[in-house]
């Protein structure tokens, strides 16, 4: 199965959302398509036009958009960008584009926010299309950054490098946020780009020699809100995803997991999509970055799904 083909966006505009921060938007597809927004991942990715063509242009009305501090979103500052500040910028483009209800859809830390906002606003939502989904609960941080978490064993060495022998999760993450804010922009450049390899590897089980990103200010900004937000635990309560999943469990959700997930625990997963009773595709074989035509197929086949699912729902209706 192949993606959907390449669309221009038939809006690209700036948002104002507060405090200064103004977010990028792009709309593709049928303006009087089903609505559905994608958050990108990270914290810091920012949009990719690419994650449009899981969705069907005929049918969907897509809208992508950069958060807060990265893509095309301004400034690149972690002043005023918290996990709630998120949030509501999502409820306010919602409000501004007109729309009553939404579909969401997001990978990793973008899948994240689209569960943290179905729970704050579950009226406004359709339906959840989720994909390598980051809970954000201390299990997780220790999975993926501690020295007996299952990334230090699959990659020792690279972690020995990574960690630079700092003897738990806080300390690194302290370690980091000096070394990215360093006035010595050389230095902050050398750990953005320790920091981007190591996210590299365990998304995609390779290393990646070159500096792979367009830009080392791009890897900087990335890295910079990734530990902005992670040193403060996305700025939620641990386990607060499981200890309101009740108040999303009528919203029709799919997750798509690679069962060889590296960054984000297929274990947990699994249980939130059992407590929701929600459709779950489980994916051999496969890790965490969408580089795989297995991937690349189950996600559309989720949202083609979905839009029929939801089509057949308001004809009840």
């Known amino acids: ?42 914290p810091g990715v920012g949009l990719h036009a690419d994650n449009c063509r899981f969705f069907d242009p005929t049918r969907y009305r897509i809208i992508l958009y950069s958060q807060r501090g990265c893509g095309q979103s301004t400034p690149h500052l972690t002043s005023a960008n918290t996990t709630t500040e998120l949030v509501a910028d999502l409820d306010y483009l919602r409000t501004y584009l007109g729309l009553e209800k939404w579909v969401l859809s997001g990978g990793s830390w973008g899948a994240t926010l689209c569960l943290l906002y179905a729970i704050e606003h579950t009226q406004h939502v359709h339906g959840l299309i989720l994909r390598g989904t980051f809970l954000a609960t201390s299990a997780d941080f220790q999975w993926l950054y501690s020295r007996h978490g299952a990334a230090a064993h699959f990659y020792p060495e690279l972690y020995a490098r990574f960690s630079q022998d700092l003897p738990d999760v806080a300390s690194i993450f302290a370690f980091y946020r000096r070394q990215l804010n360093d006035d010595n922009q050389i230095n902050a450049n050398h750990f953005a780009k320790l920091w981007c390899q190591w996210e590299n590897v365990l998304s995609h089980g390779k290393q990646q020699h070159q500096w792979g990103l367009s830009s080392p200010q791009l890897g900087l900004n990335m890295a910079r809100l990734m530990v902005h937000y992670f040193t403060a635990q996305c700025f939620i309560t641990d386990n607060f995803i499981g200890e309101h999943y009740k108040k999303i469990s009528k919203i029709p959700t799919w997750f798509i997991h690679g069962r060889h997930d590296l960054v984000c625990r297929f274990n947990a997963v699994q249980h939130l999509a059992e407590q929701l009773n929600a459709q779950l595709l489980i994916l051999d074989g496969v890790g965490h970055g969408v580089d795989s035509n297995v991937y690349l197929a189950a996600v559309r086949r989720a949202a083609d799904l979905m839009c029929i699912k939801l089509s057949r729902n308001r004809c009840k209706d």
């Open 1 to 42: 199965m192949q993606l959907y083909p390449n669309i221009t966006p038939y809006h690209d505009f700036h948002l104002s959302v507060g405090s200064g921060h103004q977010i990028h938007v792009q709309e593709f597809g049928d303006p009087a398509g089903l609505p559905v927004v994608i958050c990108h991942g990270g």
